[in-house]
């Protein structure tokens, strides 16, 4: 089904038709959903093109995976039930006594998974600042297997140098993952700065309208592919086509949706850096951002998400997050709406307060993600909002 597409052919015109193209039998533009379990063979174990059970494969589920390795300039790509999934696939390759080197900065899912499912079958995590220089190198083991970090990274969008990460990783014979669900393909590619898999939560900004769960690996190397695809089958993680298509019709329109995302953050960021109430702005495309330098050299732009710190703590902070008219009190991110969290009591909630404390997780930290409403109505929402929170900090 797919489009010969130029092989010059920029990233908007692959988002709409890599993987995809006019069906052949009757000329459909949209890719159909192909709501089957199970599939006709020519003869016994003679499957047509590949297909035989839905869990393996599914044609709508295979024009997506086409579609985001070309968005990621992979040769391949894996989808599954959910972000949570494509991590678990990954860990399913590691055997008792490997060990994963990972930024402590992270989704608190991904935290959970490491330290509540997989260190129980004697996998070893070491969490490190992966902003700073050499910290990589000083945690590897010559048991050490993957480099695993988020850059943005949820929710402190600290930035992590993809190409030296992918450096250090490399030297101690790992593999460097990236979870690449905050920038997307359209603003970053970590691929092409050396890493050897990206991992995104399809539910996210890929899929862009806050109705579907998914996640996806995409990758180079062939015989990492053929295991991987072998778990996503044996363990049963797979997405459905349903998903996959509406995630098909977001990535038509991701160059479109992150350009405003991108342009109404850097107006919230700063309008909160003007205000007297909010302590910090940590936003990448403000000027006392830590890692400024890296997001210019690796990000087209500075993404949509900025995280806050109100005067007032914890008490400021939830009362801004319940207090908001257009910005919606909701856990996720990526979606055309915009939505307030306060981590340390919702998405981050799995992690030790001792443990976010150390890597700069405040108690009163607030995330936004910014939707595309208009710019002015987002500002306008969160100064009423910070009138109230400052009734609540006294």
Known sequence: ???????????????????????????????????????????????????????????????????????????????FASGLASTNALMDRLVPGDHVVCGNDLYGGTYRIFTKVFERYD??????NTTEPGAIAAAMTPATKYVYIETPSNPLLSLTDIAKAAEAAHAGGALLVVDNTFATPYLQRPLELGADIVLHSLSKYLGGHSDLIGGALIGRDDAVREELAFYQNAVGGCLSPMDAFLVLRGTKTLGVRMDRHCQNAQA???????????DRVIYPGLPDHPQLMIAQAQMAQPGGMVSFELKGGVGAANAL????????????????????????????????????????????????????????DLVADLHQALDVARQAAG
């Open 1 to 79: 089904m797919s489009h010969s597409l130029p092989k010059d052919a920029r990233f908007e015109t692959r988002a709409v038709h890599a993987g995809q193209g006019p069906d052949p039998n009757n000329g459909a533009v949209m890719t159909p959903v192909y709501l089957t379990s199970t599939y006709a063979q020519e003869a016994p174990a003679v499957p047509r093109q590949g297909y035989e059970y839905s869990r393996t494969t599914n044609p709508t589920r295979t024009a997506l995976e086409e579609n985001l390795a070309s968005l990621e300039g992979g040769a391949w790509g894996l989808c």
């Open 123 to 128: 996998i070893g995590f070491s969490f490190v």
């Open 268 to 278: 919230v960021a700063n309008a909160l850096s003007e205000h007297d109430l909010v």
């Open 321 to 376: 997050a319940s207090a908001t008219r257009v910005f919606t009190l909701a856990e996720s991110l990526g979606g055309v709406e915009s939505l307030v969290e306060v981590p340390p009591s919702m998405t981050h909630a799995s992690i030790p307060p001792e443990v976010r404390r150390a890597a700069g997780l405040a108690d009163g930290l607030v995330r936004l993600s910014v939707g595309v409403e208009h710019q002015d």
